[in-house]
C-alpha cells in the first residue's frame, strides 16, 4: 500500500478506534457474525468420523494355468504391471520388445523388459483381455502383478470404501469381495 494511502486512511482509523475505546462502538457484543459452511460443520460435530487406512485392495487372479495369488488394484497405476519372473513361469506368453520408458514415483526412469498382449486374466468365474508391461523387479514381493486402471475399466470395478466391498463385473456376471476379511468372493449374481 503506497505511503499516501495509508496517510489518508488514518483519520478513519482513528475515529474508530476512539469509538471502540470509548465504548460507543460495542465490538462483538452485539454484531451478527456470519460463520461459513466448513467452520459451522466443525462447530457443530457434524463431520463424518475419521477412520484408518483400509489397506491396499488386492484381488486373486489366474493367468492360463498359473495361479498368481493376490494382486494389487491401484487406480493410480496407467499400466498393468508384470515382474519378468511371473512372465517366465508361465507358458505360452511372450513379452514384445518395447521403447517404451517408465517414470516411477521417485523421478527415476526405467525401461520395461517388454509388452505382452491379449493376456486372459481370470479372476473366480469372470475372465478379462488385458495387456502386461513386463518389468525386471526383485523376486519375493507379496503383491505379483499390479493391475491398474485399464484392467479396472475392463472389470468395471466398483470400489464401496465403507463397506469394503470390490465389484468386478463383465456383460451379465458379477463377483463381489470383501477386501477387509478374506478375497474369497462372497457372492456372485
Not at 44 to 55: A, C, E, I, N, R
Not at 127 to 143: A, D, H, K
Request: hydrophobic share 40%; proline share 7%; net charge negative.
Amino acid at each position: 500500500m503506497p505511503l499516501t494511502e495509508t496517510l489518508q486512511q488514518i483519520p478513519a482509523y482513528a475515529k474508530y478506534m476512539k469509538q471502540i475505546l470509548n465504548k460507543k462502538k460495542k465490538y462483538l457484543d452485539e454484531e451478527t457474525i456470519e460463520v461459513q459452511e466448513n467452520c459451522s460443520a466443525i462447530m457443530q460435530k457434524t463431520l463424518p468420523p475419521k477412520f484408518k487406512d483400509p489397506g491396499s485392495f488386492t484381488s486373486p487372479c489366474t493367468i492360463g494355468n498359473h495361479d498368481i495369488g493376490k494382486n494389487l488394484i491401484d487406480l493410480g497405476a496407467s499400466i498393468n504391471l508384470m515382474p519378468l519372473s511371473i512372465l517366465n513361469k508361465i507358458d505360452g506368453l511372450e513379452a514384445k520388445p518395447t521403447r517404451m520408458m517408465l517414470q516411477l514415483a521417485d523421478r527415476s526412469i526405467k525401461y520395461p523388459y517388454g509388452v505382452i498382449e491379449d493376456v486372459v486374466v481370470k479372476v473366480d468365474k469372470l475372465q478379462f483381455p488385458m495387456e502386461f508391461v513386463v518389468m525386471e523387479m526383485e523376486e519375493g514381493s507379496e503383491i505379483p502383478l499390479i493391475l491398474g486402471r485399464p484392467f479396472m475399466k475392463t472389470a468395471k470395478v466398483v470400489i464401496h470404501m465403507e463397506e469394503g466391498i470390490l465389484k468386478l463385473k463383465d456383460q451379465d456376471r458379477e463377483v463381489t469381495f470383501n477386501v477387509f476379511t478374506t478375497m474369497q468372493p462372497s457372492q456372485e449374481e
